[in-house]
C-alpha cells in the first residue's frame, strides 16, 4: 500500500527546513525526522527513498551517526516538475 501524497510532502518539508550544510544540500537524522513527525525510523528511510526516487532530493553521502547528506533541488524547480 502506498503511503498518501501529504505524508511524503511533510517528509520534505521537514527535510527542507532542516539546517543547510552547503550550497542545497541539507543534513538530515532519520530519528530526528521521525521524532519530529511522529513516524518510525523505517518509515522515515522508505519517505526518503521514494523522495529519491521521484527525483526531488539527491543522497550525497551517509555520515554515519550524524545522518544524511542530501541535495534538495530548488523548490522553483519542483513547482514546474508538479512533484510538490
Do not use: H, Y
Not at 513527525?37 to 554515519?64: H, N, Y
Amino acid at each position: 500500500m502506498a503511503r498518501p501524497r501529504f505524508d511524503r510532502d511533510d517528509l520534505f518539508d521537514c527535510i527542507r527546513n532542516n539546517p543547510r550544510a552547503g550550497r542545497g544540500l541539507v543534513r538530515v537524522n532519520e530519528r530526528k525526522l521521525g521524532s519530529d513527525l511522529g513516524w518510525s525510523r523505517a518509515t522515515v528511510a522508505a519517505g526518503i527513498r521514494d523522495l529519491e526516487s521521484s527525483g526531488v532530493i539527491t543522497r550525497v553521502k551517509v555520515q554515519g551517526r550524524s545522518g544524511l547528506l542530501l541535495s534538495v533541488r530548488p523548490q522553483n524547480d519542483i513547482e514546474v516538475a508538479g512533484v510538490a
